[in-house]
């Protein structure tokens, strides 16, 4: 069974930074794409980053040159790096596997940004 577990959200302040991190368990980063996405309140889930393995990773305008995706040699841990954060960036953070249905299902992490 794949399961995807988010950590490392936090509140900080506006201009700030924070590394998500998503561990896999059942499968490794090596068998698919994978994606990073957020739902604030009131908002639609919003796909946030994706890579392909080998493949340089795509970022939402609203976090182009701000957010980093990444993963660790073990291939079961990936991270996103956020720099430079803005109020708006509050949401809950969901990693999934890429083509998932429900993308903003199951735990999450939150993040909240501060002006």
């Known amino acids: 069974e794949v399961q995807l577990v988010e950590s490392g959200g936090g509140s900080v302040q506006a201009g700030g930074s924070l590394r998500l991190s998503c561990t896999a368990s059942?499968?490794?980063?090596?068998?698919?794409?994978m994606d990073w996405y957020r739902q604030a309140p009131g908002n639609e889930c919003e796909l946030v980053s994706s890579?392909?393995?080998?493949?340089?990773?795509h970022y939402a305008d609203s976090v182009k040159g701000r957010f980093t995706m990444s993963q660790d040699n073990t291939k079961i841990t990936m991270y996103l790096h956020m720099n430079s954060l803005k109020p708006e960036d509050t949401a809950v953070y969901y990693c999934?596997?890429?083509?998932?249905?429900?993308?903003?299902r199951g735990q999450g992490t939150q993040v909240t940004v501060s002006s």
């Open positions: 059942g499968f490794n980063f090596d068998d698919s794409g």
């Open positions: 999934a596997v890429e083509g998932s249905r429900a993308p903003c």
């Open positions: 890579f392909w393995p080998n493949e340089t990773p």
